[in-house]
């Protein structure tokens, strides 16, 4: 330094600098190190920031005036530089000789001022609009010049002129123009020109159209014609991420907007903000897919070298004989051969990933390294200010730039380790985004054998828990070489500091690991079987909800409440296993630092006399060991993650490794040729190891003609129209498609969207076309059923359709796209007789609306085959016999064989099924809706804003109408003409089931009072009081500490070691203990509480009113069993555990800052104000923001497995990229909700922490301030405290809002906990007699009843009486009220007017129990449960077995359950499915004939038995039931003409009274009922 300065300018020197009040650096120093520091950076970083320049490229930002000032200045301040240096040369002549420094320097500055300013003019022509690169240079050149200003003064100062006036001056000008520049440089230019940024809508005029067009595609998946959809969606709501300035990006100030909003108002979808570019499945997918495709490329061209070995020269020989090279012989190369073959290598998926994300990823490592340095720059800190307090003569400025430095370096790591979050978080959005793509293009792509392989179910678990996992591991991966570091570097500084008795805090920790290891392999164990006990507790749950009104009827709710409680007694055993396990690690984790903090200090003073335990020692190292606590708690975590993620890694690639249809097995050029398809010589299989399905097919179909393919089950058929869509494997042969091909397969394939969408496929509206295709397919009936007409939203897999309905819709959309070759798999099969026949005659047929186009139709139906122009025959995989009808009955061969045996039986079932169908037609579409409305529940609400926005839109820009939004109004046009008076309809319909409601802002206190009930405000208070217990230990073992530390100063450490250390480790011991018991107590309140909420739910739904039950979907039901108990019993009290254990470590700090320092006292209220005020905007927006992500996650998955069931549908029409595209659209939709969450907890990190930075700063202010009063112990035991303060801060902030989002949980149970009730099961003091009804007769007063409050009445001023024993049949037409009368007697429903009794005692006035238990009814549809076919008949167990089997006999069943292995407790599986129809209805027969009771009803089963049955059932009721009253109702009249009375019910009166042949003579309804039915 001395030949750069001269020796009369030293480099340092320590009293002018350290030891003086008044510290100043020397001249050398400034000039030197401070002027080069900026330089040194700013060229160290230019050539990776001009390589990154030249990568991205956004477009050039036009000159703005702010630019303009920003290069002026750079331009100066190269001038005021050079000034300098040309003033030096001007000395030198005048013979004033100066040190080399102060050419050198001015020399560097100017050269790296036209560096700067060239980088403005880059970075303009580039589009970067902030730039941090420059903004650090300013910083730091403000910052290095900020001494000399000062000395500068005080120099000026003490003299009396200035001796340099010069470079005075010029550094005055040099400092302002740095200033200035640094300014400028905190604010954004323009966005670029030419870029996909919008800045403001006015200068697009074709932004309000391009707004609507993306709108109308959002809406209308089917608009989208290829994958061009996403190009215009950009200018919706763009994120100001990308416009953010570098400050902004930083501290996440972007942010702000949405989070204010949130605040205001619940945000809403339309508030998100569009996606970026760079996050968007257009710009992920392609990515990895490149990549995997270079990998698959890669691995085949390794696989099969043998191609080479046979071109290449024989390799040459190793042997040294000559000849030896030319002569190698050809088994040589065989040899090579089979080594190649031996291995085959798999592409590596893991490399593809690491490829394509990899690089982002990596800028995310570097600031993770970067933050981990700066850790350890704290506790350093730290002991520089104890040893401070301790110097007493010790300049203050020490401890002001010392408190300064501990605040600048914390914030530092806060914002460092915020973008490292932040960059992984989107590395892992991007991988989930490009997996999910992956996978879905692969589905629409792989052979059937693949399919075959992994189940529809795996596939959408790939999707979404595998992506996931991957998603979840990236955020964390970095912790992998971090944490190893961390511990590395932890242990070399606690070495320095204690030396070798670090070992022993090491050695606790080591032992530490494996107890935390067999804690969690044992609750993962648990969480097994606790889920196990879970899902058949929502089985049953769903069974009894299924079964609700049957249990009503026999009055059987308690039996099965009491197998719901036990199954809810075990999984709640568990839970408690669990919790306590949980509690042990809870303990195992808070007592961990402690425990090694006291085996390293116990240690280190009894090991050696003179280890002195003083401040500085004890209080760095425990800092360092909470810098420790986090990376030994992550590595575990983090390595089972991974394994889990490799695990999902193997099934994604070999999921992605499947074989692929070829796409040129069919050739579909449309060259003109008279055949439209042909095959040739084919053979097909559907897998390649598997025995061809077809052999030696020839077909060749003319243009325009019908070909029907007929054949036995399994011969073939269906294979033969797959093969023609390239749906199997050839084997040999040519096949050819010629043009566009439409495809009905045998199982209709039906999206979830709305009809008119299903018939559409994406094709533009056609109104004249459209209402041909509905009447061709024979849809315009069931249009006018349907709730919403065409624009009903069909729920998954066409749920609220009928089967026949769903063929049609299938038929509607094939007619609509108007192909040139129609391929129909069976399409009659599924609809009824004249439905069929009226879809060949108008469709199909010769004179059908497909006329002229070539129509291969596949069918049972012989009576069309004398229609059809060539008929193809199959048998076992091979065409038999082809002809026409005429020919093939000439050739007498197997198809006439075949229509000899089946012509009759068709012609006769035929006639039978036509006269069926009138009857079930209308029946049938509105049965199928009323069930199944549940299945989509909440999908209707949202579709139907969706829908109203579209209209507003389509209106709005009506005004102002570009060619581009033209088309789409049209469209809109033709919607908002036809549903208009359908959708008024679909209102008062829809209304049956209310829209759930949904809880926004903020929860209210009397949630968590309920919750705090539950659990008992008594334990509530209790845990409160332990926790605040064990904060007071740890922070009387701290005191204690410090206590100990300071008797170093005092020199009596020899003396008391032993009690030191015995009270420090009992205050630690108890602390440790108390948080077990606060753990424990903690999860014996939270299980009683979830046990309490269970129970009332269950209680409260067994007595809630039947019509509850038919206004509220089963789903929504169940959700609160599932769902909200799940979150009770297992997310709540872990929440409650952590929001505890922050909130009261938080409190610590304070109070002992407080205690050390009083005066702090007054920085914590504005600090808690900012912190409060933070909070509420980070709840409220991240709460909503959550919602939003969770209901927009499922389209996703439902999306991808109806595509996967309908990939051959997809792709014979052709629209593979569509439903990509959309696919892509639902992923996005997704992120969009995803993306501003992580930046919320972003955000909220960096505020949280800022406020924990400012009480690192005060504290250690005042420790500086008071260090007077203050022993070194108080100070390091406050600071350490307040270092670990931001931590808990952050999740305390966390916890509340988990809290809050968990707790409406128990909201949503007790609202279904408090729905009104029936009337009470018993009523002590009105119990009928035991054996009553004796007689059974029945009176009917003035009846009159009303299904619910505010509807009209269903049975009017009833009145009538029924002797005992009587047999009384119930007929009328649909909706005469015939149900309803016996629902009365039960009292499901409650008479709105007069009253029932039945023996003269009145049925309101007695308990439901008492009265259902004396009826019987057998009901129209059987319903069975899931258990013993003895506990279906006998829930209660009253009866023996030898009754049992009386009754089975009495019913026909016995023969069948003798036959059965378990006999009675042979299981019946949910809702009986594994018995037949007829079964169950006879189960159902049983079970009455073992109650036995006076009153018998019977609600006649339509079509659901066979007429054998029927028989069995009426001759039995007759015999065993002679002496009961017995009311039918009947539908078929031939069951009851030889009953005693007829009750003839019409519109809710009674409109005959009468024996039945009574009844035919009067000639009235009843007559004409007769008629109708042929018995009169």
């Given amino acids: 330094m001395e030949r750069l300065c001269g020796p009369e300018l030293p480099f340092w020197v320590a009293n002018q600098t350290l030891h003086t009040d008044q510290p100043d650096l020397p001249l050398c120093f400034q000039l030197t190190v401070l002027s080069w520091l900026p330089c040194i950076y700013l060229w160290t970083v230019s050539p990776i920031y001009l390589f990154y320049l030249k990568k991205n490229n956004r477009g050039y930002i036009m000159m703005s005036i702010m630019n303009r000032f920003k290069t002026v200045f750079g331009l100066l301040l190269w001038f005021v530089c050079w000034t300098d240096l040309f003033y030096t040369f001007h000395e030198t002549q005048q013979e004033i000789s100066q040190p080399p420094i102060f050419f050198i320097t001015p020399l560097m500055l100017g050269m790296t001022m036209l560096l700067a300013t060239f980088f403005i003019q880059c970075e303009r022509l580039r589009g970067v609009q902030s730039s941090g690169v420059l903004f650090i240079f300013w910083f730091l050149s403000v910052l290095c010049a900020v001494v000399p200003f000062r000395s500068k003064i005080l120099q000026a100062s003490s003299e009396v002129e200035v001796t340099d006036k010069l470079r005075f001056t010029t550094f005055y000008f040099y400092f302002g123009l740095v200033v200035l520049e640094l300014i400028l440089c905190c604010f954004n230019e323009k966005p670029p020109l030419f870029s996909n940024v919008v800045a403001d809508p006015v200068s697009h005029p074709l932004q309000p159209a391009q707004k609507l067009s993306t709108l109308c595609m959002l809406e209308h998946a089917s608009y989208i014609e290829g994958p061009e959809c996403f190009e215009d969606c950009l200018c919706l709501n763009v994120c100001p991420e990308s416009t953010a300035g570098f400050l902004s990006k930083m501290t996440f100030w972007w942010f702000t907007s949405m989070a204010i909003k949130g605040y205001k108002m619940p945000l809403e979808a339309k508030d998100l903000w569009s996606l970026n570019q760079r996050d968007s499945s257009k710009a992920m997918v392609p990515k990895l897919l490149k990549e995997w495709e270079k990998e698959q490329a890669k691995a085949k061209r390794k696989q099969n070298p043998s191609s080479q070995v046979f071109y290449s020269k024989p390799p040459p020989s190793t042997t040294n004989h000559i000849g030896g090279a030319s002569g190698a012989s050809p088994e040589e190369d065989e040899v090579l051969l089979s080594d190649q073959k031996a291995v085959p290598r798999q592409p590596s998926f893991l490399r593809a990933l690491i490829k394509a994300f990899g690089p982002y990823f990596l800028i995310g490592s570097a600031y993770k390294l970067l933050q981990d340095v700066i850790t350890f720059v704290n506790p350093q800190l730290l002991r520089m200010l104890i040893s401070f307090t301790k110097q007493k003569d010790a300049p203050d400025w020490w401890g002001y730039s010392l408190a300064f430095l501990m605040f600048f370096t914390a914030f530092l790591q806060t914002l460092i380790l915020h973008q490292h979050f932040q960059y992984c978080f989107v590395t892992g959005m991007h991988v989930r985004t490009a997996l999910i793509g992956a996978i879905y293009r692969k589905s629409l792509a792989i052979t059937n054998a693949a399919k075959r392989s992994s189940t529809l179910g795996e596939v959408v678990n790939l999707m979404s828990v595998d992506a996931q996992r991957f998603m979840d591991l990236t955020t964390f991966l970095n912790m992998l070489w971090s944490a190893p570091l961390q511990i590395m570097l932890t242990l070399y500084f606690l070495w320095q500091n204690l030396g070798p008795s670090v070992l022993a805090g090491v050695a606790v920790m080591i032992l530490l690991i494996p107890f935390n290891a067999v804690i969690a392999m044992k609750s993962r164990a648990y969480q097994v079987e606790q889920m196990q006990h879970k899902d058949s507790r929502i089985k049953l749950m769903n069974e009894i909800l299924n079964g609700i009104k049957v249990l009503k009827l026999y009055a059987w709710e308690n039996s099965f409440k009491e197998k719901v409680l036990a199954i809810r007694q075990k999984e709640l055993d568990v839970l408690k296993k669990a919790s306590y396990l949980g509690a042990l690690s809870t303990m195992a984790w808070t007592s961990a630092p402690f425990m090694v903090a006291l085996t390293t200090f116990a240690v280190y003073v009894m090991v050696d006399e003179k280890n002195i335990l003083d401040a500085e020692t004890a209080f760095v190292s425990l800092s360092l060991f909470n810098i420790l606590r986090f990376p030994l708690n992550m590595l575990p975590q983090v390595i089972s993650s991974l394994v889990q993620t490799s695990v999902s890694l193997k099934r994604i690639q ?251 039986e068709d012609i006769v079932e035929e006639d039978e099924a036509t006269e069926e169908i009138i009857d079930d037609e209308d029946l049938y579409p509105e049965d199928t809706l009323s069930n199944h409305t549940d299945m989509v529940d909440s999908e209707p609400v949202i579709n139907e804003a969706k829908r109203k926005f579209i209209r507003q839109i389509s209106i709005i820009s009506a005004d102002g109408e570009t060619p581009k939004s033209r088309s789409v109004r049209r469209h809109g046009c033709s919607q908002r003409k036809h549903p208009e008076p359908q959708e008024k309809e679909s209102q008062r319909i829809e209304k049956l089931i209310q829209a759930e409601t949904a809880e926004t802002g903020r929860v209210k206190l009397k949630v968590y009072l309920e919750y705090a009930k539950a659990v008992g405000l008594l334990l509530s208070v209790l845990i409160c009081i332990l926790y605040g217990c064990q904060s007071a230990a740890a922070i009387g073992a701290n005191i204690w500490l410090s206590e100990w530390t300071n008797d170093a100063l005092q020199n009596q450490t020899e003396d008391n070691v032993n009690m030191r250390v015995g009270v420090y480790a009992a205050l630690g011991i108890t602390q440790g203990v108390l948080v077990m018991i606060s753990s424990f107590t903690l999860a014996m309140g939270n299980i009683g509480a979830a046990r309490k909420l269970h129970h009332n739910l269950l209680a409260n739904k067994l007595h809630t009113h039947q019509s509850f039950f038919d206004t509220t979907p089963i789903g929504r039901i169940i959700n609160r069993f599932s769902k909200d108990i799940y979150v009770i019993d297992e997310t709540l009290p872990s929440t409650v555990l952590m929001f505890l254990g922050t909130f009261f470590v938080s409190l610590s700090t304070m109070i002992v800052i407080i205690s050390s320092t009083p005066i702090f006292a007054v920085v914590i209220a504005p600090l808690a104000f900012v912190y409060i005020f933070v909070q509420r905007f980070y709840v409220a927006t991240s709460r909503q923001l959550k919602r939003l992500e969770s209901i927009n996650r499922s389209p996703i998955y439902s999306h991808f497995s109806e595509t996967i069931t309908g990939s051959s549908v997809i792709r014979a029409f052709g629209r593979h990229s569509a439903f990509v595209c959309m696919s892509d659209m639902k992923v996005d939709e997704n992120q969009k909700s995803y993306y501003p969450g992580i930046v919320s907890n972003r955000w909220l990190g960096v505020r949280i922490e800022f406020i924990g930075n400012c009480i690192v700063l005060f504290a250690a202010l005042f420790a500086v301030t008071g260090k007077d009063d203050l022993n070194p112990g108080l100070v390091g035991l406050s600071v350490s405290y307040a270092l670990q303060v931001t931590m808990s801060l952050n999740w305390m902030v966390r916890m509340t809002s988990d809290l809050e989002n968990n707790i409406v949980a128990v909201e949503r149970v007790k609202e279904y906990s408090e729905t009104k009730t029936e009337a009470p099961w018993e009523i002590e003091d009105k119990k009928p007699p035991p054996d009553w009804p004796i007689q059974g007769n029945v009176e009917f007063h003035n009846y009159s009843v009303r299904y619910r409050e505010g509807l009209d009445l269903v049975l009017k001023n009833l009145s009538l009486s029924v002797k005992g024993g009587e047999k009384v049949g119930i007929v009328g037409r649909t909706g005469a009220g015939k149900s309803s009368m016996t629902l009365c007697l039960f009292r499901l429903l409650e008479a709105a007017e007069g009253e029932i009794s039945i023996d003269d005692v009145k049925i309101s006035e007695i308990g439901l129990h008492d009265l259902r238990s004396k009826l019987t009814i057998i009901p129209q549809e059987p319903v069975l449960f899931s258990g013993t076919l003895r506990m279906n008949l006998d829930p209660f167990e009253k009866y023996s077995d030898e009754e049992v089997w009386k009754a089975l006999e009495h019913s026909h069943l016995h023969k069948f359950v003798r036959n059965q292995p378990a006999k009675l407790e042979m299981e019946c599986s949910e809702g009986g499915e594994n018995l037949s129809v007829g079964q169950r209805q006879l189960v159902c027969l049983a079970r009455a004939l073992l109650r036995k009771t006076r009153i018998l009803i019977l609600d006649e089963a339509t079509a659901a038995i066979d007429l054998e049955t029927d028989d069995l059932i009426q001759s039995t009721i007759r015999t065993q039931f002679e002496d009961c009253t017995v009311f039918t109702i009947a539908h078929r009249l031939n069951t009851v003409m030889d009953y005693k009375r007829l009750l003839v019910l019409d519109k809710g009166q009674i409109a005959e009274f009468d024996t039945p042949t009574n009844l035919i003579s009067q000639r009235g309804i009843f007559y004409g009922m007769a008629k109708d039915a042929g018995l009169a």
């Fill in 654 to 904: 070999s999921f992605l490794s499947h074989d692929e249809l070829d796409p040129n097995s069919v050739d579909r050029k449309n060259t003109p040729s008279d055949f439209s398809v042909t095959v040739v010589n084919g053979k097909f299989t559907w897998a390649q190891e598997e025995s061809p399905v077809l052999h030696n097919i020839n077909v060749l179909v003319p243009q325009g003609s019908l070909l029907a393919v007929v054949g036995h089950v399994g011969c073939g058929k269906s294979s033969l129209i797959s093969a023609l869509l390239g749906e199997t494997e050839k084997l040999e042969g040519d096949v050819s498609v010629r043009g566009s091909v439409a495809y009905v397969p045998q199982q209709a394939w039906i999206q979830n969207a709305t009809l008119r969408d299903n018939i559409l496929f994406g094709k533009l509206y056609n109104e004249q076309k459209y209402r041909c295709v509905l009447e061709a397919c024979a849809l315009t009936p069931d249009l006018e059923v349907l709730p919403g007409g065409d624009m009903t939203e069909i729920g998954e897999k066409g749920i609220n359709l009928s089967g026949g309905q769903r063929q049609r819709v299938s038929l509607a959309r094939a007619l609509y796209s108007d192909a040139d070759v129609y391929l129909l798999d069976d399409p009659l099969s599924a609809v009824d007789a004249h439905v069929s026949k009226h879809i060949f005659d108008n469709l199909i047929g010769p004179e059908g609306a497909l006329k002229g186009k070539t129509r291969i139709l596949v069918t049972h139906g012989i009576s069309y085959l004398p229609q059809v122009d060539n008929i193809v025959v199959m048998a076992d995989g091979r065409v038999s016999e082809m002809g026409s009808y005429q020919e093939l009955l000439k050739q007498n061969g197997a198809f006439a064989e075949f229509l000899r045996n089946y012509a009759l």
